[in-house]
């Protein structure tokens, strides 16, 4: 039974998906700090005003205290925007500069050189006119 699990356990798939559990929280933690320290407080000078959880309305004696959700709101969309201008988006470039072009594929046919048409490469005649070409070699 523990031999299963040590089998489980060692395996690469879950050690990946641990290193990658370890690694996104403390991305999280980078981001939640970018978002808290650089991007609020940048919004805070342009706007005036970085805390919006005082903002309420009250309908009959309910009061709704709305601000703590535009907070959350706001934050969502900051980590989600410092997530895709400074991960997604370097990580696809990257990732499209690394992808290499196929390679062309070898030329099925060749021009005649006298009569310019197109022919096997193989052909060691051609089927319009009937001069004689080089066999596998595409014409210049």
């Given at each position: 039974?523990?031999?299963?699990?040590?089998?489980?356990?060692?395996?690469?798939?879950?050690?990946?998906?641990?290193?990658?559990?370890?690694?996104?929280?403390?991305?999280?933690?980078?981001?939640?700090?970018?978002?808290?320290?650089?991007?609020?407080?940048?919004?805070?000078?342009?706007?005036?005003?970085?805390?919006?959880?005082?903002?309420?309305?009250?309908?009959?004696?309910?009061?709704?205290?709305?601000?703590?959700?535009?907070?959350?709101?706001?934050?969502?969309?900051?980590?989600?925007?410092a997530v895709y201008f400074f991960v997604v988006t370097p990580i696809n470039?990257?990732?499209?500069?690394?992808?290499?072009?196929?390679?062309?594929?070898?030329?099925?046919?060749?021009?005649?050189?006298?009569?310019?048409?197109?022919?096997?490469?193989?052909?060691?005649?051609?089927?319009?006119?009937?001069?004689?070409?080089?066999?596998?070699?595409?014409?210049?």
């Amino acid at each position: 039974m523990l031999s299963g699990f040590k089998q489980f356990i060692l395996r690469g798939n879950v050690v990946d998906l641990a290193v990658g559990v370890v690694i996104g929280a403390a991305f999280g933690s980078v981001v939640t700090a970018l978002t808290k320290d650089l991007l609020t407080p940048l919004i805070a000078a342009v706007v005036g005003k970085p805390d919006f959880s005082a903002i309420s309305f009250t309908i009959g004696n309910t009061v709704f205290p709305i601000g703590d959700f535009i907070n959350a709101a706001v934050s969502f969309l900051l980590i989600a925007a410092a997530v895709y201008f400074f991960v997604v988006t370097p990580i696809n470039a990257l990732i499209s500069r690394m992808r290499k072009a196929p390679a062309p594929a070898d030329p099925t046919t060749k021009k005649c050189p006298e009569c310019l048409s197109e022919i096997p490469i193989d052909a060691r005649r051609c089927a319009h006119c009937a001069q004689p070409v080089k066999v596998g070699m595409a014409a210049d």
